[in-house]
């Protein structure tokens, strides 16, 4: 494969993101690529899966270059259901998911850390939905996994907060992360997946699909909206803006239109 690695050792499997000239953005064949290895993995004996990215980032989110396709609706329909089937089968899996976050986890990258079990982030690293810098509202089940942890009233001004992102230290004080580290984040993810591999994960998993079998419905619906709302969002002008002002490395000015 060419930007999803996939490894396996000591029932670990791990899922590495690998684009890092492009700090691990997204774009079709990336995703069509983590789905393949998240299925695989899904059919396999191992009990933890760790998410990681290569080079200096956990996952900047969608590629902005993608997004010049979205008004092809076949095209954006098929993206966003990859998306919703890759973060639909991570909620559900029969494994303990773990992510680790370094440098930057941003839009769907964030949604995609989100899903695992436990959430590690170094203490510098940054963390932000920032789909509002774009003029379009969180999709990957971002909704969802905000709410989740913050409840509903921080999840919204925590979507609303661009262009801030917060430090992982900040994002573990607000329940966003699980466990927050100054040593490399991979490493400590690590430790944490071998403290996993000793504990009762039967037990464990029991509990997990108790709670994620209730919410699943719940997920469903808020994929099904967020799939909705970009591709109402896609042709308004502050979309257009956020995108201009992106690519040119200048603020965008919204009108609320």
Not at 39 to 50: P, S
Not at 74 to 82: L, P
Request: net charge negative; glycine share 8%.
């Amino acid at each position: 494969m060419r930007y999803v690695r996939y490894e396996n050792n000591h029932s670990i499997s791990s899922i590495i993101l690998n684009r890092p000239d492009r700090y691990n953005a997204l774009n079709k064949e990336m995703l069509e690529e983590l789905l393949e290895v998240v299925e695989a993995i899904e059919k396999n004996t191992d009990n933890i899966v760790l998410i990681f990215g290569e080079g200096n980032a956990f996952c900047a989110g969608g590629d902005i270059a993608m997004m010049k396709d979205f008004d092809n609706q076949e095209f954006f329909d098929s993206v966003m259901e990859t998306i919703a089937a890759i973060v639909r089968k991570l909620y559900m899996m029969p494994k303990l998911v773990v992510s680790a976050i370094q440098g930057s986890a941003a839009g769907l990258g964030l949604s995609l850390a989100l899903t695992a079990d436990y959430v590690v982030a170094h203490h510098e690293a940054k963390l932000g939905m920032l789909f509002n810098g774009v003029g379009l509202a969180p999709d990957g089940g971002g909704h969802f996994w905000a709410e989740q942890r913050l409840g509903t009233q921080r999840a919204k001004q925590f979507i609303w907060g661009n262009p801030r992102q917060v430090t992982g230290l900040e994002a573990n004080t607000l329940g966003l992360v699980d466990v927050v580290t100054e040593e490399e984040v991979r490493t400590a993810a690590e430790k944490l997946c071998q403290m996993l591999l000793a504990s009762p994960t039967i037990a464990m998993l029991k509990t997990k699909m108790t709670y994620h079998k209730r919410h699943l419905d719940t997920l469903n619906y808020y994929l099904e909206i967020e799939q909705r709302n970009q591709w109402e969002l896609r042709n308004t002008e502050d979309h257009q803006e956020g995108v201009h002002a992106f690519l040119e490395k200048r603020k965008p000015v919204f009108k609320g239109k």
